[in-house]
């Protein structure tokens, strides 16, 4: 594959809601989209870290430092073949996926386009639609989250997700069951504001049949999840601990989770989303995909890996609408029937880039060429 030129834009939109975590309020995301020329086709991705290292320790800043500094110099003096390529050339720099996804992405993008086949193909991915459900942030009110779990399940969202911290969790969680019943796929997301210290607390969890547990102890935990999930019935689902195939053979060798939460950003791209999906298979582990409030062609990228079969519980993507104004692709992401997005099976991601949002929303541009 032989690269012209990478484009970096540097992107700012309010959020349509600010979405609140234990780590704290968002209200507007900043990200970097890439462009990356090859003849007649362009290959795009896109940084989905967050404005501050609160969720994983990189940034929009230590993404675009990562990429001007290494990555780009790395992608244009190897030679490249296949996407697979690209996680071995970038193997020596420590970390930074969120960084290397995002190059990576790009990649697979043109080399499908190149292909003249579907992203998802490309990967493997043979479903033509995907479950899909929401993440719902820590609200104002009781009354303010039911309002919002009626109208997704209205929509047909096929998991509803809730975030929970000590003090906001059992009593938000009892009402939505008291009002929509056991039957409703419900899950609640701690990023790890829990400790082995809340154990009483974490076991009172048991009798609300959630489908599971996300990541309830620390970013950096293995161990701790294993001994949790000896004691309590609540299925754990790991996100900020995983961050290799590695990481989850060790996750699963603990016995610390029952289900994997992948999210291409964390886990240095797709190549590594697709080793960890296979390994998942192996060892009768379900996976979804987890989302960190993209744009679109974040969001594209995620509906082609949930293209892979062992991705059986609905995932993170939800419509653009949910987050956005406007987005900066066309179509927009939107549900194909309730709770469910149709594959796109035109070449690549399958969604064009809306030139003028991206202008409207326009911090920052560069441009790179090989040496
Ligand atoms: O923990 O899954 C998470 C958003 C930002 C950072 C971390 C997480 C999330 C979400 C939102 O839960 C998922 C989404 O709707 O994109
Ligand atoms: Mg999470």
């Known amino acids: 594959m032989k690269i012209d030129k990478i484009i970096l834009e540097h992107i700012k939109m309010p959020l349509l809601h600010p979405f609140e975590t234990s780590f704290g309020k968002l209200l507007e995301k900043d990200f970097l989209l890439i462009r ?33 500094e290494f990555l780009i110099p790395l992608l244009f003096s190897n030679k490249i073949e296949h996407p697979d390529d690209v996680s071995a050339v970038f193997a020596p720099i420590r970390r930074n996926n969120m960084a290397k996804a995002a190059l990576e992405g790009a990649v697979w ?11 998802a193909k490309a990967l493997g991915g043979m479903k033509k639609n995907i479950d899909v459900g929401v993440s719902i942030g820590i609200e104002k009110s009781t009354e303010a989250l039911l309002a919002k779990v009626e109208k997704f399940l209205t929509e047909g969202y096929k998991k509803i997700k809730v975030k929970i911290k000590p003090g906001y969790d059992i009593e938000p969680l009892q009402k939505i069951r008291e009002r929509f019943g056991y039957d409703i796929p419900l899950m609640a997301d701690a990023n790890s504001s829990y400790t082995l210290d809340d154990m009483d607390r974490l076991k009172e969890l048991d009798p609300l049949k959630l489908i599971m547990i996300e990541q309830p102890l620390s970013f950096d935990d293995i161990l701790d999840h294993a001994k949790l999930q000896k004691q309590i019935n609540t299925p754990i689902c790991l996100d900020e601990s995983i961050h290799s195939a590695e990481d989850v053979r060790k996750a699963i060798e603990c016995g610390s989770c029952q289900i994997i939460n992948i999210k291409i950003g964390r886990v240095g791209g ?8 296979d390994i998942c298979i192996k060892h009768h582990i379900p996976v979804w995909c987890g989302g960190m409030l993209e744009a679109g062609i974040g969001r594209a990228h995620n509906i082609a890996i949930t293209s892979l079969g062992n991705f059986t519980i609905a995932g993170d993507t939800s419509a653009s609408s949910r987050y956005w104004k406007e987005d900066i692709i066309t179509p927009e992401v939107e549900l194909s029937a309730p709770g469910s997005i149709s594959v796109p099976e035109t070449p690549g991601l399958g969604y064009e880039l809306n030139e003028d949002v991206i ?12 040496k």
């Open 36 to 68: 990356i020329h090859s003849g007649e086709h362009i290959g795009y991705g896109e940084s989905v870290a967050l404005p501050n290292p609160t969720y994983s320790e990189e940034t929009t800043g230590t993404i675009q430092y990562m990429l001007d």
């Open 109 to 119: 993008d043109l080399y499908s386009k190149q292909q003249g086949i579907p992203l």
């Open 270 to 277: 797709l190549t590594e989303a697709k080793k960890i999906h």
């Open 359 to 370: 202008r409207r929303y326009l911090l920052d541009r560069k441009v790179y060429e090989p």
